[in-house]
């Protein structure tokens, strides 16, 4: 690897990454993205709601990484985390509640408590991300397995 392509990585430890932004409080959620932004993510969302989440999951194509608060408008962010962590997506957590509120499975997993630390926070999910491939050797959603497997899809069916 050449000096300039890893000066550019360490300036931008992101750059080719899509990251998940699930979070209800608008500002905090802008300025979430604008950290992952300043590191080279691209980012998917954010969202504010579980059903968005849902279908970020579903049709909002590959996923590199998350950012996920644990209680979006009362209801609870774990069904998103098990399908995240299912297909070996990296997250962490923000919250205003202690890790009290952070389900057994989860209690492994980063957990930044509000107000957060944005940058510290944004590098914390660069470093998760670093040792993981790109999104096009991630697992797939079953759906675009099987369009793949169909005659007429990409696959060699």
């Known amino acids: 690897m050449s000096v300039s392509s890893t000066s550019s990585r ?3 430890p992101l750059m080719g990454r899509r990251i998940l932004v699930v979070e209800d409080e608008y500002f905090l959620a802008d300025d979430i993205g604008n950290a ?3 590191l080279g993510a691209e ?5 504010g709601h579980i059903e968005d989440a849902v279908e970020m999951l579903h049709n909002g194509g590959a996923l590199d990484a998350a950012v996920l608060d644990v209680n ?6 774990f069904p998103i985390a098990r399908e995240l962590r299912a297909r070996q997506v990296p997250f962490v957590f923000t919250t205003g509640y202690d890790r009290l509120s952070i389900e057994t ?3 492994d997993v980063q957990l930044w408590e509000k107000p957060i630390d944005i940058v510290a926070m944004a590098q914390n999910l660069a470093s998760l991300v ?7 050797a991630q697992p797939r959603h079953r759906s675009e397995q099987m369009r793949e497997s169909q005659p007429g899809g990409d696959g060699q069916a």
């Open 43 to 47: 980012i998917a969302g954010p969202v």
């Open 105 to 107: 499975e989860f209690r």
């Open 36 to 38: 992952l932004r300043k």
């Open 130 to 136: 670093r040792g993981q491939p790109h999104d096009t």
């Open 72 to 77: 979006i408008r009362a209801q609870s962010i």
């Open 10 to 12: 360490q300036r931008a």
